[in-house]
């Protein structure tokens, strides 16, 4: 059997799953299913990028917990260790205020930590003044609500995916404190 592709995991939450009586303060749909499949059904699925699917970072991440969000088909998704919720936004409003309650919620997590290490020895001697640590972290603005088209300057509602260098992650330097 072959990978499950999110179209069919969004498809078996909604038939499978529980929905919520009333739609959220937001006005979305809310559906829920307990079933210990793990986050990475979502991550590896052969049709993740091509369906919208984008990572919302936290710093919550884990094995045990992700958050998912497709603008395109205006979902958002979570895991938390079994527990599955599929929120459906009939109208890009509610798209946006649910990913709004996300960016309010949940802490930022890194994308990425780069290290560099300064004069004065390799890993595992003491940190100089001279390391350096930058923490890239999405930018959730211009990822998830309002991602704008560079040339046309006009608000994209079908973003291409994030690849390396995009402008809508930016980064954090620091000096390393440890």
């Known amino acids: 059997m072959g990978k499950q592709t999110t179209a069919e995991i969004v498809r078996v939450i909604r038939t499978t799953g529980e ?13 829920r299913l307990c079933c210990n499949t793990g986050r990475y059904i979502v991550d590896f699925a052969p049709d993740f990028a091509d369906e919208g699917w984008q990572q919302f970072d936290t710093d919550q991440d884990a094995a045990y917990f992700g958050v998912w969000v497709n603008r395109r088909r205006r979902l958002t998704l979570s895991y938390a260790e079994g527990d599955w919720v599929l929120v459906v936004c009939p109208t890009m409003d509610g798209y946006r205020a ?16 780069g290290i560099e290490v300064g004069p004065g020895g390799p890993f595992g001697t003491p940190a100089s003044r001279n390391d350096r640590v930058t923490v890239y972290r999405q930018d959730r603005r211009a990822m998830f609500l309002d991602p ?10 079908e973003p291409e995916g994030i690849a390396a260098g995009d402008s809508r992650y930016y980064r954090t330097p620091g000096v390393a404190d440890c």
């Open 19 to 31: 929905r919520d009586a009333e739609p959220n303060r937001r006005g979305n749909e809310v559906y």
């Open 148 to 157: 704008i088209d560079a040339e046309s300057g006009r608000i994209d509602d």
């Open 98 to 113: 649910e990913v709004e309650s996300y960016c309010q919620f949940y802490d930022e997590g890194a994308t990425a930590i």
